[in-house]
């Protein structure tokens, strides 16, 4: 018996879960759509840990149909960069609008479900890069951090 399971069953429930978390409501007279992921982003702690719980459910979806390890990484990505800054109070309420983590993830799924190759390449692509930006920020931090000190030291002298 195979993990794997069928994938049309649960892409169709994949597609409405991210219909409602990300673009259930539309906004008159605009083209903008919002979804309860981020209406649950305005409550405070419990919102944010909501709607990363919702999102994290695609995420294992996809593990259960056999994604390999450089999609479902992009897709943990998405799902951190989303919970990371919906968490920074009001700059993260605005970002959880704009950002819809549950429709990249089910953007890169479809894809991978459609042409597997070329999603595989392009998600490891992604995550090189989301890495050297890591390691560059990280890098400036400490070199941030180092100038501080050596500020306040001479400031002390």
Known sequence: MSTM???EGPMQGLRALSRILDDAIAVPGTRFRF???????????????????????????????GVPGSVLL???MNLGIDAAVGAVPLLGDVFDFAFKANRR??????????????????SRGALVIALGALAVL??????????????VVNLLN
């Not at 649950?40 to 990363?52: H, K, M, N, Q, R």
């Not at 993830?105 to 392009?122: F, G, I, M, W």
């Not at 990280?138 to 500020?151: E, H, K, P």
């Open 35 to 65: 979804g309860l992921d981020a209406v649950l982003g305005l409550i405070p702690g419990v919102g944010d840990i909501t709607g990363a719980v919702m999102t994290g459910y695609t995420i294992v979806a996809a593990y259960r149909m």
């Open 138 to 151: 990280t890098i400036g931090m400490v070199w941030l951090a180092a100038m501080i000190v050596q500020t």
């Open 5 to 7: 399971i069928s994938r």
């Open 74 to 76: 992009n897709m943990v």
């Open 105 to 122: 993830n089910l953007d890169l799924l479809e894809r991978y479900v459609r042409r597997p190759d070329a999603t595989r390449k392009s």
